[in-house]
Nanobody, 114 residues
């Protein structure tokens, strides 16, 4: 069965950096585009970024473009989101997702605060 398990969340200072990860299993990871989606407190889901199966094409929401970098290691079946210069408004639960088939991880909390 498909499993997506996020890790690496926590407290980060504004202007710092944090990398979150998503370990995938139960499917041929390299064959599918993957996504990061977040949900801030009291708000709806917000798409953050996509990456294609090979890792050569990436897409970002305007709110994170130039600050966040999505990547993947297909040998390790792992998806990453490098968060540089985070802002307090980036505080959210971050989910990795295989949106094509509506599979989601349990989420990891990222809090940006001094």
């Amino acid at each position: 069965q498909v499993q997506l398990v996020e890790s690496g969340g926590g407290l980060v200072q504004p202007g710092g950096s944090l990398r979150i990860s998503c370990a995938a299993s139960g499917f041929t990871f390299s064959s599918y585009a993957m996504s990061w989606v977040r949900q801030a407190p009291g708000k709806g889901l917000e798409w953050v970024s996509d990456i294609n199966g090979g890792g050569g094409s990436t897409y970002y929401a305007d709110s994170v473009k130039g600050r966040f970098t999505i990547s993947r290691d297909n040998a390790k079946n792992t998806l990453y989101l490098q968060m540089n210069s985070p802002k307090p408004e980036d505080t959210a639960v971050y989910y990795c997702a295989l949106l094509l088939y509506d599979y989601w991880g349990q989420g990891t909390q990222v809090t940006v605060s001094s």
